[in-house]
């Protein structure tokens, strides 16, 4: 009896043929063109309801094919408008995500090429431009010449990435005497990525903000004597350089100056705010920026990149390498010389796409100076925000400061309880209505809203369309 050879498959498996692909992937570039000529007349903010949604697209996983063209249109139907639009003129909530079209085409191609930047040998042109990416985001922060660094998911990421490269590097692995001090307006990335690298909540300090929502440094400075006191290890400052609340930056160079003195490790996160050195305002609000150990920056937010793409950079070469790299096996036949980077020994991915072509390619088309211009824009929106604002008789709670205004209204004799609904029901009122979305927070205790207005595509008309229903989703709050 002979025995069975299983044969090829008649067909190749998991294909398109070529024209099929071509006029598939014509049909979501015109997706893509459709949604950058567009989403300004979208609402910016649509939710679904779970049971309508899981209604729609729960199912078993299909045994057979299903034509492309009725899983493009179920997608268009029933999943996409289902969004935020980070990139919408008038999405002015959290921080958007303004991205730019060209980014997006370096994503697609970065995807459908498959580019891997894992090892040396397995993508040594594009690990040179990460490489010399990451040399233009170091001049840009200007850290010295030497600064290391890896493109990673985002600010998160980046910070994670930061804080144990500052534990392997000051304190040479865990310990529980460590301690990390930072504000109460730092972002929650900071305090999980310290949860999931194992400190205890006594190893970290938050201390409160000042009257300007930033970091006190002679109050660092007393906590860190205290703690050493106690005989306790202060290891590290986590600087916030553009808060997610109010756009405030934490003073950079009294910190660094506490940092050096003491032999701590200074990381700021930048993620939101560092692209802000682009302008000169901006350079003058992140004055230290150029003295920090290590800094997070999101070039998915202000540097208008899609997501995912977040940004590392530390100062001490190596430091990276001390705190992730491993030399397995496995991988020896990909380890290659001393000037040749592999990024996994950079932080906790191996396998890892090419987060860095986007941005690279959105520099190398539009140039440094028009990306400055659009940071500058950005900037502009938020004064003329608060210009607006006031004339609109709306408190201003904090005054624009890198592309953030927060504000509130203040009606005599209203109980703050109340007040606090009013702002919430106002950003709820907001969504319904759909011309625009901002978003609220809590600062000194109260419930106020804000507007990050980073879009370099959004206009003063955009801000003064916003304000106009503003006013009709206050009045709405009001009588609902
Ligand atoms: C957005 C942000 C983060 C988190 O970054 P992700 O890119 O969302 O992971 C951290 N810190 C600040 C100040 C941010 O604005």
């Known amino acids: 009896m002979a025995t069975t050879v299983p044969g090829d498959p008649p067909e190749p498996l998991l294909s398109l043929d070529d024209r099929e692909l071509r006029r598939l992937g014509y049909r979501v570039v015109d997706l893509i063109a459709d949604h950058w000529a567009g989403v300004g007349e979208r609402p910016p903010i649509t939710v679904g309801e779970p049971a309508a949604l899981a209604g729609r697209l729960a199912e078993e996983p299909p045994e057979h094919p299903t034509p492309v063209d009725d899983v493009l249109a179920l997608l268009i139907a029933d999943v996409l408008p289902y969004v935020q639009h980070g990139d919408h003129p008038r999405f002015y909530a959290r921080i958007p995500g303004p991205s730019n079209p060209v980014g997006v085409l370096a994503d697609a191609l970065a995807s459908g090429l498959n580019v891997f930047v894992g090892s040396w040998t397995g993508g040594s042109g594009p690990a040179t431009v990460e490489l010399v990416t990451l040399d233009w985001m170091r001049r840009i922060c200007g850290l010295p010449e030497g600064s290391e660094g890896a493109f990673v998911s985002g600010g998160s990421v980046a910070t994670l990435n930061a804080l144990a490269a500052a534990r392997a590097s000051r304190l040479g692995g865990h ?171 950079r932080g906790v991915q191996l396998t890892r796409g090419f987060r860095a072509l986007k941005l690279w390619m959105t520099i190398k088309v539009f140039g440094l100076d028009e990306l400055r211009r659009a940071v500058e824009h950005g900037l502009a929106l938020a004064e003329h925000a608060e210009r607006t604002l006031r004339a609109a008789g709306w408190g201003i709670v904090t005054p624009a400061q890198l592309g953030i205004v927060s504000f509130a209204r203040e009606p005599p004799g209203a109980p703050a309880a109340e007040l606090d609904r009013l702002h919430l029901r106002t950003v709820a009122e907001m969504q319904r209505e759909g011309t625009a979305a901002i978003s609220s927070t809590v600062l000194r205790g109260r419930t106020v809203l804000r507007m990050c207005t980073i879009n370099p595509r959004g206009s003063t008309a955009d801000v003064e369309r916003t304000i106009a229903a503003l006013d009709r989703a206050w009045a709405a709050a009001q009588a609902g």
Not at 249 to 265: K, N, Q, R, S
Not at 273 to 283: C, I, M, N, Q
Not at 304 to 326: N, T
């Open 175 to 345: 310990d529980p005497e460590a301690v990390v001090y930072l504000s109460d307006q730092a972002h929650a990335a900071v305090a999980r990525a310290l949860r999931v690298l194992g400190f205890a909540d006594d190893q970290v300090r938050t201390l409160p903000s000042d009257a300007d929502l930033r970091l006190p440094a002679d109050a660092t400075a007393r906590a860190v004597a205290e703690d050493r006191g106690a005989g306790r290890r202060p290891f590290c400052v986590v600087a916030t350089a553009g808060s997610t609340n109010t756009g405030a930056v934490d003073p950079l160079e009294a910190l660094a100056d506490l940092c050096a003195a003491e032999g701590m490790w200074l990381h700021a996160d930048a993620a939101y705010g560092g692209p802000a050195v682009l302008s000169e305002t901006g350079r003058r609000a992140l004055a230290g920026l150029d003295r920090v150990d290590s800094l997070a920056i999101d070039p998915h937010k202000w540097l208008f990149q899609p997501y995912e793409c977040g940004c590392l950079l530390v100062r001490h070469p190596g430091a990276l390498a001390q705190a992730f790299a491993l030399h397995p096996e496995y991988l020896a036949d990909v380890s290659g010389g001393h000037e040749e980077v592999n990024f996994f020994d």
